[in-house]
C-alpha cells in the first residue's frame, strides 16, 4: 500500500450517470456550494485630496513661459493684448471716434488763430472799446450829415446851386485832410520833453496813429504837416518827419474833439505811459482854438484816377 492520498473528487460529466467514489445516481447527492461574501454598505464617496498648486515661477528664477512654466502677471497681460482681437464693429466705432477728435482739433486750432484778442492784455482791450465807441460815434455823426444833405437837395428850388455848394464844402474838408489847406478848431497841444533821448520814431508814430483812432482831423509837429502818406525815421540821434529833422520838444498840434484826444493818450499802456516807462515827460493842454497852418503841396497821383470820370 502507498502513502499517496487520492485526488479530490471531480465531477463527471451529466451522461456518465455516477461520481467518483460513488454508486447511487446524481440526484442522491447535493452539489457543495462556495458561502456568499457580505457585500459592503454603500458610503459616501471619499473626496480627492486637494493637489498644492504649483507656485509662479518668478523671472529671477528663470521662468520664461515658453517652456511650460507658469507665466507672469506681465506676460499674462502681452498675450491677453497682443494679437488684437478686433471686430468689424469696433473698426467702424474707432474710425468715427478718429474722425470726430480730428475736428474738434481743427475748430480749435482756427478758432485760436482767429481770435486776435484772447491774448491781449487788459488795458489793450480797455484801449480798443474806446476807440470802437469813439468810431461809432463818429460814424453816426456822419450819417447825419449825409442825410442832412440829401434832405437839403431835395427841398432845394435849384438843386444845381445846392449841389456846387456841397461840391465846394466837401473840396475844403478833403483840403484839411490831404494838408493842402490850412485847418483852425478846437483841439489840444501835446509836448514830449525826452532829456535822455530814449524817444524814437516808433514812440511819435504810436502818438500819431493814437490820435487819428480818437478823430484827430488835423495833426502839425513841430511845423511839419501829417498827412496820410507821412513817415518817420530815426536819423543822427534825432527823428525826421517826411525827411525834415524835428528836435525836441516834440510839440503836437492836433485839431479834433478834445474830449476824445485826450483819453485815448492816457489809457492804461498808451502813449503817456510808455513815455513815462522812458523816463520821458509828456503835457497835454485842450485849447478852443487850435491853428494848423503847415501846408503841403498837392500831389497828382501816377496812376489812379477817378472813377467817375
Given at each position: 500500500?502507498?502513502?499517496?492520498?487520492?485526488?479530490?473528487?471531480?465531477?463527471?460529466?451529466?451522461?456518465?450517470?455516477?461520481?467518483?467514489?460513488?454508486?447511487?445516481?446524481?440526484?442522491?447527492?447535493?452539489?457543495?456550494?462556495?458561502?456568499?461574501?457580505?457585500?459592503?454598505?454603500?458610503?459616501?464617496?471619499?473626496?480627492?485630496?486637494?493637489?498644492?498648486?504649483?507656485?509662479?515661477?518668478?523671472?529671477?528664477?528663470?521662468?520664461?513661459?515658453?517652456?511650460?512654466?507658469?507665466?507672469?502677471?506681465?506676460?499674462?497681460?502681452?498675450?491677453?493684448?497682443?494679437?488684437?482681437?478686433?471686430?468689424?464693429?469696433?473698426?467702424?466705432?474707432?474710425?468715427?471716434?478718429?474722425?470726430?477728435?480730428?475736428?474738434?482739433?481743427?475748430?480749435?486750432?482756427?478758432?485760436?488763430?482767429?481770435?486776435?484778442l484772447?491774448g491781449?492784455?487788459?488795458?489793450?482791450?480797455?484801449?480798443?472799446?474806446?476807440?470802437l465807441?469813439?468810431?461809432?460815434?463818429?460814424l453816426?455823426?456822419?450819417?447825419?450829415?449825409?442825410?442832412?444833405?440829401?434832405?437839403?437837395?431835395?427841398?432845394?428850388?435849384?438843386?444845381?446851386?445846392?449841389?456846387?455848394?456841397?461840391?465846394?464844402?466837401?473840396?475844403?474838408?478833403?483840403g484839411?485832410?490831404?494838408g493842402?489847406?490850412?485847418?483852425?478848431?478846437?483841439?489840444?497841444?501835446?509836448?514830449?520833453?525826452?532829456?535822455?533821448?530814449?524817444?524814437?520814431?516808433?514812440?511819435?508814430?504810436?502818438?500819431?496813429?493814437?490820435?487819428?483812432?480818437?478823430?484827430?482831423?488835423?495833426?502839425?509837429?513841430?511845423?511839419?504837416?501829417?498827412?496820410?502818406?507821412?513817415?518817420f525815421?530815426?536819423?543822427?540821434?534825432?527823428?525826421?518827419?517826411?525827411g525834415?529833422?524835428?528836435?525836441?520838444?516834440?510839440r503836437?498840434?492836433?485839431?479834433?474833439?478834445?474830449?476824445?484826444?485826450?483819453?485815448?493818450?492816457?489809457?492804461?499802456?498808451?502813449?503817456?505811459?510808455?513815455?513815462?516807462?522812458?523816463?520821458?515827460?509828456?503835457?497835454?493842454?485842450?485849447?478852443?482854438k487850435?491853428?494848423?497852418?503847415?501846408?503841403?503841396?498837392?500831389?497828382?497821383?501816377?496812376?489812379?484816377?477817378?472813377?467817375?470820370?
Open positions: 500500500m502507498s502513502d499517496e492520498t487520492p485526488p479530490p473528487d471531480q465531477d463527471r460529466t451529466p451522461d456518465s450517470g455516477r461520481t467518483p467514489g460513488g454508486s447511487g445516481p446524481p440526484s442522491d447527492r447535493k452539489r457543495a456550494l462556495p458561502p456568499e461574501r457580505p457585500r459592503p454598505e454603500a458610503g459616501p464617496e471619499p473626496r480627492p485630496e486637494p493637489r498644492p498648486e504649483p507656485e509662479p515661477q518668478s523671472e529671477s528664477q528663470g521662468g520664461t513661459g515658453d517652456g511650460g512654466g507658469a507665466l507672469t502677471g506681465r506676460q499674462r497681460l502681452a498675450k491677453a493684448v497682443w494679437p488684437p482681437r478686433v471686430t468689424r464693429a469696433q473698426l467702424i466705432v474707432a474710425l468715427l471716434l478718429f474722425v470726430l477728435g480730428l475736428g474738434l482739433a481743427i475748430q480749435v486750432r482756427s478758432t485760436s488763430e482767429n481770435s486776435a484772447r491781449a492784455r487788459h488795458e489793450d482791450l480797455v484801449r480798443i472799446l474806446d476807440e465807441d469813439d468810431r461809432t460815434k463818429r453816426e455823426d456822419e450819417k447825419r450829415e449825409l442825410d442832412k444833405h440829401r434832405t437839403e437837395l431835395d427841398n432845394s428850388s435849384d438843386q444845381a446851386e445846392e449841389a456846387r455848394k456841397q461840391t465846394a464844402e466837401k473840396e475844403a474838408q478833403l484839411v485832410l490831404a493842402t489847406v490850412a485847418a483852425e478848431g478846437p483841439g489840444i497841444r501835446l509836448t514830449i520833453n525826452d532829456p535822455k533821448g530814449a524817444t524814437d520814431s516808433d514812440t511819435l508814430l504810436d502818438a500819431v496813429q493814437e490820435l487819428r483812432a480818437a478823430g484827430a482831423e488835423a495833426i502839425q509837429i513841430n511845423g511839419v504837416r501829417v498827412v496820410a502818406s507821412t513817415y525815421s530815426d536819423s543822427g540821434g534825432g527823428v525826421s518827419v517826411d525834415h529833422g524835428v528836435s525836441q520838444p516834440y503836437f498840434e492836433v485839431i479834433g474833439k478834445p474830449a476824445d484826444l485826450e483819453p485815448a493818450l492816457n489809457i492804461p499802456g498808451g502813449v503817456v505811459q510808455t513815455l513815462k516807462n522812458k523816463q520821458a515827460k509828456a503835457s497835454i493842454s485842450r485849447s478852443e487850435i491853428t494848423v497852418d503847415a501846408l503841403r503841396q498837392a500831389k497828382r497821383p501816377d496812376y489812379a484816377r477817378s472813377s467817375s470820370q
